[in-house]
């Protein structure tokens, strides 16, 4: 599961419902346009509920971040630095790498020994309107030649989601359909995947 573009007082009520249901495995805060003295303090704030509810804590981006707050990991994108110098900082910590529609950049993630693959957008995206789009038999391909676990991303709903799964996703990554959702709380949307 993904954070909301914007954190607002509700959200740490709301996020500690959410993972009480017991089916997220990950959370990974994505805040872009936030000075870093605030995110070390949400960061903070949600690694005390991510730790009550036994769910991993992954940050986007900062792996500088990741021993500050205590989290579990962090996720890079391609242009978010070296993947080489953040595995040997992060040393025994979870990390993960985005591969858009790319095996060869998936081969370079596991060849710098990153713990997991995300592939995607693979459907239209509140949270990243102009993401790279991503063709679903991708995942058929990776789960061929890669052993690491597959996170798909992008778009993602609760009719959606099973697709991605068959086709070898282990893990999908979810933030629209559960914080911006107009038709349910998030509480609710969250008990929409089994």
Excluded at 66 to 83: E, F, P
Excluded at 129 to 150: E, F, N, Q, S, T
Excluded at 161 to 183: C, Q, R
């Amino acid at each position: 599961m993904i954070s909301p573009n914007e954190i607002k007082k509700q959200f740490y009520d709301d996020l500690d419902r959410v993972l009480s249901y017991g089916n997220v495995k990950f959370f990974q805060l994505r805040l872009k346009k936030i000075r870093k003295n605030s995110l070390l303090q949400i960061a903070k704030k949600i690694r005390k509920i991510t730790y009550k509810h036994k769910v991993k804590f992954i940050i986007n981006d900062d792996y500088n971040l990741v021993s500050k707050t205590k989290a579990d990991g962090c996720h890079m994108g391609q242009l978010d630095g070296s993947i080489k110098i953040a595995k040997k900082k992060l040393k025994n910590k979870i990390l993960g790498i985005t591969c858009h529609n790319s095996i060869e950049l998936a081969k370079i993630a596991v060849n710098c020994n990153a713990n997991y693959l995300a592939f995607g957008s693979f459907f239209k995206s509140k949270l990243k309107p102009g993401a790279k789009k991503a063709d679903p038999k991708i995942l058929i391909k990776v789960k061929k030649k890669i052993k690491r676990p597959i996170v798909g991303i992008g778009g993602i709903n609760n009719f959606n989601y099973k697709k991605l799964v068959k086709l070898g996703a282990k893990y999908i990554a979810i933030s629209s359909f559960i914080w911006d959702n107009p038709k349910l709380k998030p509480e609710i949307a969250i008990k929409k995947f089994k």
